[in-house]
């Protein structure tokens, strides 16, 4: 899709007959926004552009403006998901869905929750690996999850299997060697996704979780080992885990629909 077309635009190239219906119908699809109130603006789009719907972000938001947002969402698209939601804003969108009969399914662990009127999402066939190096990583690796399997992924997980313990490691690669991209979560020194990267052939998405305190805590001693390892890594932000399951869905969708 062209960047900043506007409908104009796509009405002018399919009138000219460069574009099909079908393509000018996807290229509309991919300009939609829809207003709520004076508050959002909802890219609706955004799945035909970019093959991943849009994810809301809780933290900052005022509830009842989440509520509302998720609501009209859910209502255009039948489906939404949203991260970093504390149990108080998951019970007001609960109660304002709750009129239309709409499910809310929260993961308090991983603070996200997934709103929806529709059939669970069909499965494409990719495979995402998904690994943490303690317990305290697991509610970064648990919206990663999420997000993942909300984008067709099957995903498996293992957990609590870090350098600190490194033979718990090995079994764990063994079960999960048939993913097509692993993401791996780990806090403190960050050393886990270094190795897997070391083991395994396929890609790795390092995930530094703001775990670990004192000099270069809360993530910071992770990122900067992330950055520098030896092994072939690609690194996301400090407990960022929706970059790392939608960056994995993204592989594993390729992946999955040959």
């Known amino acids: 899709m062209t960047v900043n077309q506007t409908l104009k635009d796509v009405l002018e190239t399919f009138k000219k007959g460069e574009i099909s219906v ?5 290229l509309i699809d991919g300009l939609r ?3 709520v109130g004076d508050i959002a603006r909802l890219d609706m789009g955004r799945n035909v552009r970019c093959g991943m719907p849009e994810v809301i972000l809780g933290e900052g938001k005022a509830p009842e403006h989440l509520a509302e947002i998720i609501y009209k969402h859910v209502e255009v698209s039948g489906r939404c998901i949203a991260t970093r939601v504390t149990p108080e804003m998951m019970a007001l969108v609960k109660k304002r869905c709750r009129v239309s009969d709409i499910s809310c399914t929260y993961n308090e662990r991983a603070r996200t929750l997934v709103v929806s009127r529709l059939p669970p999402v069909k499965k494409h ?4 690996g998904i690994i943490t190096a303690g317990t305290s990583d697991i509610g970064v690796a648990e919206e990663a999850r999420i997000i993942a399997e909300e984008t067709g992924c099957i995903v498996r997980t293992a957990y ?3 350098a600190a313990g490194i033979h718990r490691l090995f079994p764990a690669i063994k079960e999960l060697m048939d993913s097509d991209v692993f993401i791996v979560a780990a806090g403190r020194e960050g050393t886990l996704p270094v190795i897997v990267a070391g083991l395994v052939d396929r890609p790795v998405i390092g995930v530094p979780v703001s775990t670990g305190y004192g000099y270069m805590g809360k993530g910071e001693a992770a990122l900067a080992s992330m950055l520098q390892a030896c092994s072939v890594l690609t690194v996301v932000n400090i407990d960022a885990g929706f970059t790392a399951g939608a960056f994995a869905a993204k592989i594993a969708g390729m992946v999955g629909s040959k």
């Open 22 to 26: 079908k393509d000018a119908e996807m």
């Open 33 to 35: 926004i829809e207003m």
């Open 125 to 128: 066939g990719g495979v995402v």
């Open 160 to 162: 609590d299997v870090g």
